[in-house]
């Protein structure tokens, strides 16, 4: 960290401070909406002891930042998208992946840490609380994090596998405009054209 004279702090580029991202308005509503559906699961007995209320908050929220991280979120914060087809025909369905092109946006990397640890530490914490109900034999409530388990995963897997196909696609499309992988086949064309000759 550097000091200019003044005594303030100027955090480095990555770091965790919601004041270095790119995009903070939409970054801060997808912490929000990440963590306000364990906030009423958690604490929502302190407040009243009707559990349908609080099952019914849980699930809205939880809809809400399934929705919002992967129409909102995921596409500004990191540039992925992803969705789920069916073909009409057969009704058969497969995932659709979409990432910004890398050399027309850069990613902020304080954006993306924020992401990526969100990502993954809200199925963690589903995953613990389901034992935690298990435990405590509420099966009532082991229906609401079941719920909440299988939408968390289901953003989880998605965006993981949008940042492989990103990452494979990234990789390929350099190859393929650096010339090297277009220098190889045609060599390889060339190469072949002049032993069938012999």
Same mark, same amino acid.
């Given at each position: 960290?550097?000091?200019?004279?003044?005594?303030?702090?100027?955090?480095? *580029?990555?770091?965790?401070?919601?004041?270095? #991202?790119?995009? *903070?308005?939409?970054?801060?509503?997808?912490?929000?909406?990440?963590?306000?559906?364990?906030? =009423?699961y958690?604490?929502?007995?302190?407040?009243?002891?009707?559990?349908?209320?609080?099952?019914?908050?849980?699930?809205?929220?939880?809809?809400?930042?399934?929705?919002?991280?992967?129409?909102?979120?995921?596409?500004?914060? =990191?540039?992925?998208?992803?969705w789920?087809?069916?073909?009409?025909?057969?009704?058969? #369905?497969?995932? =659709?992946?979409?990432?910004?092109?890398?050399? =027309?946006?850069t990613?902020?990397?304080?954006?993306?840490?924020?992401?990526?640890?969100?990502?993954?530490?809200? *199925?963690?914490?589903?995953?613990?609380?389901?034992?935690?109900?298990?435990?405590?034999?509420?099966?009532?409530?082991?229906s609401?994090?079941?719920?909440?388990?299988?939408?968390?995963?289901?953003?989880?897997?998605a965006?993981s596998?949008c940042?492989?196909?990103?990452?494979?696609?990234?990789?390929?499309?350099?190859?393929?405009?650096?010339?090297?992988?277009?220098?190889s086949?045609?060599?390889?064309?060339?190469?072949?054209?002049?032993?069938?000759?012999?």
């Open positions: 960290m550097e000091s200019n004279g003044n005594t303030q702090d100027v955090a480095a *580029p990555g770091s965790l401070s919601w004041r270095l #991202s790119s995009h *903070p308005i939409t970054l801060l509503s997808f912490l929000g909406f990440r963590t306000s559906s364990l906030f =009423v958690l604490f929502g007995l302190l407040f009243t002891t009707n559990f349908i209320l609080i099952f019914i908050i849980t699930i809205l929220l939880l809809a809400a930042d399934f929705y919002y991280l992967k129409n909102i979120a995921g596409r500004r914060l =990191v540039g992925l998208r992803w789920n087809e069916v073909n009409t025909q057969d009704g058969t #369905s497969h995932w =659709v992946f979409e990432s910004s092109d890398p050399n =027309v946006r990613i902020n990397a304080t954006d993306s840490r924020f992401f990526w640890m969100a990502l993954y530490l809200q *199925p963690l914490l589903w995953i613990a609380l389901a034992v935690v109900a298990v435990v405590r034999l509420e099966f009532i409530w082991l609401l994090v079941v719920i909440a388990m299988v939408l968390t995963i289901t953003n989880t897997l965006f596998r940042d492989k196909f990103s990452q494979a696609n990234n990789l390929a499309s350099s190859a393929v405009l650096s010339g090297g992988l277009a220098r086949v045609a060599s390889g064309i060339v190469s072949r054209m002049f032993r069938g000759e012999r």
